[in-house]
């Protein structure tokens, strides 16, 4: 899960493309499941944090986040009557207790207490109606207001929502898969909901929405955003150990925006390298949440050169970790655990085709120093560049490029850098500019919004012709 | 009856050895032994909620890199909050450093991210505080401590109706108790207390050790309620007809029905789950060809009624420390006792309360919030009474009372921000947040737990023969209440501003709500002062059982039966059982003087031979 902190500095770096950024979501941003930090504003708020007045930003009232949709305002104005009523009684309660505690306090003048009826039947009948009358209210304005959130318009476009241990998949009409939630403005949006392995609930606080996701079952809810922006999207149902990291971005785009990033989302597989389309599968797919591609281990082993390596498996047996091998772990993870990991990954058989996995292994492999020059041609698609890989001339900032972007491979030698480069060059041949925005395009493990991101999306599938 | 009994040893000192203990079947003795081994499993519970609360006080705080936690993170404000470092100089460090490496462009010095606990060891964390509490410590803890000991003096019985079930009942909560502490010692359990399936089946903890040790704590619990139902029915005292119990009476038979008509559903759906777990049948997982939210259904139908199992009693012992230290006759006795059967019956009707973004049907959302809604209004019957109770009385603020006022206080809170969940719209956005978590607290530990505590110091001189000292007493309660409110109110906060629960890490979501740092802060502080309040506490009542003073028969001036006898009581309670005339008044207080040199009350409660 802190795998999502750390990528989110570049980001911030580039802050000053931020805004840019969300209005114009590029695939870049799109790749990452769980980035949160777009919207940071920097000094001010930190300073409001540490000022002590943690509650006087971000909007919304002392209670509530802004509100975003168009049902919010169902539960923001039962939140408040609620909220009032409760406070007038429980400031009654206290009031009539300290008054009693003050006027009737044991003293040496007033051992015994004063005559007093035991009861009274009409005052206790009262007592039972005012609240019973209230309660009727708050119910019916509950109910009115539920039945609008959970009664979708019969026009709602409709993304399906996949929740698996611990990530979100968001499946748009094209059948592009995405890791964040990108809906249009002004437009109702119903979400049909199914979880493959345990319950999760999506909870989008801005929209006041929350439903559970079933293995077995679909549930559906719908919502209408009414601002366009980034929201928070969270599993609010325990899941297991990375239950808090299982987090997206609502994408709200201006209008036409969405329409564009749904056209270029879900042509990726024909517009980029192997190796980039596997990086951007590598995080829509939610492979991010537990391969690692610095070495570091998380919940599976690091894609860290581990093709061509031998690896060791659970029952002592070991392999060569080739194409075929890295076919089966994704396909059918479970026929060959490596020793000293837990059989946790779910089954991708019939969940990704083969040019899929062939982009997947393609990426892997060049994450290997040994084997990353072969990366660029796995299946003989790419021309090959013999000689041109090492010599390939980076543009004087090439070094570094990867460094805001990939920040979490800090022990990535130079040389797997720059195979990184050279596989992009067949796209932007000679085009530095071009490049420094190539190099961000494969979504830095990172954060949604990549550096220089949304300089990519317009100039990335023009470049490779 | 009134004085001392000569002729006869205290039931503390009637038998020795630890065997005359362990197999006894006194009800007092069999209600002691409950009472040291809930407040062990208090104190063990409660270590674990101020595990949690360290964990989240900071982001990111202590604890080097485990195998869970991937390290590497890049300087980031909230992400690597150095032990040291305030959380301002640690921003503007963290500032200083982004924009030191966004013009640097070279490779970001690699911090480690710290924590406490790591995800699994947080999980398994507030998973045993919530089990540890809610089986161990809150369901038995009224009833089964107190109202063990209580209930059959209140009678004017000599002990429970079946002495033996008493018996098997405790030995059995020590047997549960024994499987968490196996559950604690073999790998723990992450499922959270609710046992949610599909997670529950498909997790390698120990899930069907802690499902066993709560089905046979559920027997525990049932073998209790039954015994008090009967006790109700048949061992009143004579003359002691319905309306003359005391309602703290009222409330435990309302209790032990919900305990033997609900308990059963648990232990079934809990096998359920072992078996599932254990033999592959497909119930509750949907790869089995079962129904996960059939669990939650099944579930629910036991624990929300367990809810009123646990605040039901605390409503009893309410109701006799406010009329008790008012001196004043209790207001709206029959509303008040009828009040506690609706809740219990009612209590029955609304466990799909729970399950409002589960999925399950609109109408059966609607159906379920109306009845949760009914739910409130005998509790809100109540609150009115106890104050009605206070109005022109003669009110005296000892421990107990603080006790219960802190109470009216606590439970109100947790009462009305019922309300906001019962509602379906306010509950969609509110469910599974913190919102949830600080009201159930507030019921729990502001309405049970309170009520338990001033229980326990209105019958100490009575269970112990000694007095506490009471400004100490009333110390801890302050601190108690005050470290109480501290920690769960700014939950409330946090829920309602979107912090979901169970989140072993909320730095993810700082960016976008940076009160959530300081609101965890302070809810980390009040855990903390809780503690301080609780020991204060220990330490109250463990001083007067050294030091403290012999209690008279009758320390508060109660009228009910209890207070009749020497403190502590006869082996066999009472040395001539009570006969009740005509005009017997449990909550008659006036027949009663206080005699300041003895620090006691005297005189014989109207209609009592």
Redesign the interface.
């Known amino acids: ?6 990528f ?3 980001c ?3 802050r000053a493309s931020e805004a840019a950024a969300s209005r114009t979501p590029s695939r870049a941003a799109t790749a990452r499941p ?1 980035g ?5 504003k ?2 001010p ?2 300073a ?3 000022a ?1 007045l ?2 006087a ?2 909007g ?1 009232t ?4 802004d509100p975003a949709s168009t049902t919010a305002h ?2 923001d104005y ?2 408040q009557a ?2 009032y ?2 406070a007038f ?2 400031g009654l ?2 009031v ?2 300290t008054v ?2 003050i006027l ?3 003293r040496d003048t ?11 039947t009409a ?2 009948l009262f ?2 109606f005012v ?2 009358c209230i ?2 209210y ?2 019916a ?10 009664t979708a318009p019969p026009d709602a476009y409709e993304i399906r929502v996949t929740g698996q241990k611990w990530k979100w998949f968001f499946t748009y009409p094209t059948g592009c898969v995405d890791g964040n939630l990108h809906v249009p403005v002004d437009r109702p949006v119903r979400l049909v909901m199914s979880s493959r ?3 999760h ?1 999506l ?1 989008i ?1 801005a929209f ?5 996701l ?4 679909y ?1 559906s809810t719908w919502f209408h955003a009414i601002k366009p922006g980034t929201y ?1 999207l ?12 299982m ?1 997206a971005e609502v994408v709200v785009h201006e209008p036409g925006q969405f329409e564009k990033w749904l056209e270029e989302a879900s042509n990726f597989l024909k517009n980029l390298t192997p190796v980039e389309a596997g990086r951007i599968l590598y995080q829509r797919q939610g492979c991010a949440q537990c391969h ?1 591609l ?1 070495g ?4 599976g082993p690091s894609f860290k050169n581990v093709y061509g390596e031998q690896v060791q498996f659970a029952d002592g047996s070991s392999a060569l970790a080739d194409e075929n091998y890295l076919r089966e772990s994704i396909l059918v993870p479970d026929a060959k655990i490596v020793a000293g990991y ?1 059989p946790q990954m779910p089954p991708y058989q019939g969940l990704l085709d083969e040019d899929k996995v062939a982009a997947l292994i393609a990426f892997i492999k060049s994450l290997s120093d040994q084997h990353a020059d072969e990366a660029a041609q796995p299946g003989g698609e790419k021309p090959s560049q013999p000689g041109g890989e090492k010599a390939a001339p980076s543009s004087p900032q090439a070094p ?1 490029k990867p ?2 972007v990939e ?2 491979q ?1 022990v990535e030698k130079p040389q797997a850098a720059e195979e990184r480069q050279s596989a992009k060059k067949p796209q932007a041949p000679g085009n530095d500019g071009q490049n420094d925005g190539g190099a961000s395009i494969v979504p830095s493990q990172g954060h949604a919004a990549a550096p220089a991101a949304e300089t990519n999306p317009a100039g990335r599938p023009g470049s490779s012709p | 009856m009134n004085s001392p009994a000569s002729g006869s040893v205290d039931y503390l000192h009637a038998d020795r050895g630890i065997g005359s203990w362990i197999f006894t079947l006194d009800h007092k003795r069999i209600g002691v032994m409950y009472l040291v081994g809930i407040v062990a499993s208090l104190f063990l519970g409660g270590l674990f909620a101020l595990a949690i609360r360290t964990h989240l006080a900071i982001p990111g705080l202590t604890h080097g890199g485990s195998s869970a936690v991937p390290t590497a993170s890049n300087p980031e404000p909230v992400a690597t909050v150095a032990p040291q470092a305030t959380a301002g100089q640690d921003a503007v460090a963290a500032l200083a450093a982004e924009s030191e490496a966004a013009t640097a462009a070279s490779a970001v010095q690699e911090t480690p991210k710290r924590y406490l606990l790591t995800p699994r060891q947080y999980n398994q964390a507030f998973t045993l505080h919530g089990a540890i509490m809610i089986f161990l410590v809150i369901i038995p803890g009224i009833p089964a401590a107190l109202g063990n000991f209580v209930l059959p003096l209140m009678l004017g019985a000599k002990d429970v109706a079946f002495p033996r079930l008493n018996l098997a009942s405790f030995h059995l909560w020590v047997i549960g108790a024994i499987f968490f502490l196996a559950v604690l010692a073999t790998g723990g359990l992450d499922t959270g207390w609710t046992f949610y399936t599909p997670y529950s089946t498909t997790t390698d903890t120990r899930v069907v050790t802690a499902a066993l040790g709560a089905f046979i704590l559920g027997f525990s619990s049932i073998f209790t309620g039954v015994n008090f139902i009967a006790t109700v029915h048949m061992l009143r005292a004579r003359g002691m007809s319905w309306f003359k119990m005391p309602l703290f009476v009222w409330s435990l038979y309302a209790t032990a029905v919900i305990q033997v008509l609900a308990t059963p559903v648990l232990g079934i759906t809990l096998l359920l789950v072992a078996a599932e777990k254990l033999l592959g049948l497909g119930i509750f997982d949907p790869k089995l060809g079962g129904d996960p939210v059939l669990f939650q259904h099944f579930f629910w139908f036991y624990s929300h009624p367990a809810v009123y199992i646990m605040i039901l009693p605390g409503m009893g012992v309410v109701s006799e420390l406010i009329s008790t230290f008012s001196r004043k006759h209790i207001f709206g006795y029959r509303f008040i006792a009828f009040s506690s059967v609706a809740i219990a019956l009612l209590g029955f009707l609304v466990w799909g309360h729970h399950m409002f973004t589960s999925g399950q049907s609109r109408l059966a959302s609607m159906i379920f919030s109306a009845l949760t809604f009914s739910v409130s209004i005998p509790s809100a019957i109540k609150v009115f009474n106890w104050l009605a109770t206070m109005y022109k009385g003669s009110i005296s603020l000892q421990t107990p009372m603080c006790y219960a006022l802190a109470f009216l206080f606590l439970f109100g809170i947790g009462g009305l921000t019922g309300l906001f969940l019962g509602a379906l719209s306010t509950d969609v956005h509110l469910h599974d947040t913190y919102f949830v978590v600080a009201h159930f607290h507030y019921v729990m530990f502001g309405g049970t737990l309170v009520a338990f505590l001033g229980g326990l110091h209105y019958w100490w001189p009575k269970m112990t023969g000694k007095m506490f000292n009471d400004t100490l007493g009333r110390l801890g309660a302050v601190a108690v209440f005050l470290g109480m409110n501290l920690t769960f109110f700014p939950q409330f906060v946090l829920g309602s501003r979107g912090m979901p629960r169970r989140y072993f890490d909320y730095s993810l979501l700082l960016d976008r709500h940076p009160e959530f740092a300081g609101l965890n802060l302070l809810s980390t502080a009040g855990a903390f002062l809780t503690l301080i309040g609780f020991l204060t506490v220990a330490v109250c009542l463990a001083h007067s059982l050294w030091r403290g003073r012999p209690a008279p028969a009758n320390p508060w001036g109660a009228a009910t039966l209890e207070w009749q006898t020497s403190s502590p009581p006869p082996k066999e309670n009472f040395l001539r059982p009570p006969v009740l005339s005509e005009g017997y008044d449990p909550y008659y207080l006036d027949d009663l003087e206080y005699d300041n040199k003895t620090g006691a009350y005297y005189g014989v409660p109207l209609g009592l031979a």
């Open positions: 899960m802190n795998s999502d902190l750390r989110t500095t570049g911030r770096k580039h769980g949160m930090r777009r919207t940071r920097g000094l708020r930190v409001l944090a540490i002590g943690p509650l930003q971000a919304g002392f209670w509530l986040p169902y539960t039962l939140f609620i909220f009523i409760s009684f429980f309660i206290v009539l207790m009693f505690l009737y306090r044991r007033r051992i015994h207490a004063e005559k007093a009826p035991s009861h009274n005052l206790e007592w039972t609240p019973l309660v009727i708050i119910f304005v509950g109910f009115n207001g539920y039945m609008e959130m959970r392995d345990v319950i609930s909870f606080p006041r929405l929350k439903m559970d079933v293995p077995g079952r549930t928070p969270l599993c609010a149902e325990y899941c297991g150990d990375n239950h808090s990291a987090l690692s610095d570091t281990r998380k919940v837990p570094e460094q805001p920040k979490p800090p």
